[in-house]
């Protein structure tokens, strides 16, 4: 291995997600309250992040949940809206510092920030599921499973880690189901995935993001498990610009301390 390969290594440590064991009790309330707010429309609560994909940080929200609740939960009486709010009523009671996020609900949990998704399930047998998205106020199809195996199963967890804490180090808005696919199904197509290969990569990333022309965060990434979804389009111009010119910070840089540490 490089030294490169080795220093990200080591970073990809310093930043490994925290250990729950000693939030177990607390989770496991959160998860009885959880149901009893879904009462009838309650289907399963599940790992919907980062922890189930192999790819969570340190600097990240440290759990996700998604609730699935049946197909015609509260369809007369406020829909995806009403589901999303009534959720957001109900943690707040409970919990500080809780905060609505596109899809999910944060609270902070004896210092765990965990995102909390309400999701209808859609009929038949599917892992679909219907979200609402509270910056637009519409919502939108969804299959968190088919995410999960995707990115798993990619062989490119760690570069989506390195990027991950490169973005929260910067402070830079880059949901990472779009950062994952835009990785995975474009900037990465045909580079090796052997563990040699972690620096190489993860610089020819940001090389790539700091591009003034065929720049990938302008390239269509769709959601595989909704092609209505278009991934791409959860950020604004400004806001991949703003990603572009801290790219162009790293890419000039010789040392790995000087863009993650």
Known sequence: MSGADIYLYNVLQKYSPRNLGLHQQAIYQLQGRLIQWAGGCYLNIFDSGSRAKGTAIYLASDVD???????????????????????????????????????????????????ITPARKQTGSTNDHWVYLSKSGSRQQTNIQRHITDVSQSGRTNEIKVLKIWREL????????????????????????????????????????????????????????????????????????????????????????????
Do not use: H, M
């Open 65 to 115: 949940y998604l609730v699935s609740l049946s197909s015609d939960c509260n369809e007369n009486s406020g829909g995806l809206k009403g589901i999303f709010d009534s959720l957001f009523t109900t943690l707040s009671s409970s919990y500080q510092n809780v905060r609505k996020q596109n899809v999910s609900v944060r609270i902070n949990l004896n210092g765990l920030e965990i995102d």
């Open 170 to 261: 910067n402070q830079l808005d880059f949901p990472s189901i779009y950062l994952e696919y835009l990785l995975i199904s474009n900037i990465l197509t045909g580079k090796s995935k052997t563990a040699d290969s972690l620096g190489n990569n993860a610089f020819y990333i940001l090389n790539e993001l700091a591009k003034d022309t065929s720049n990938p965060l302008f390239a269509r990434i769709i959601d595989p498990a909704n092609s209505n979804n278009i991934l791409s389009n959860l950020l604004s111009t400004e806001e991949k610009n703003r990603i572009i010119a801290k790219a162009k910070v790293a890419a000039r840089q010789t040392d790995w301390k000087n863009i993650v540490a």
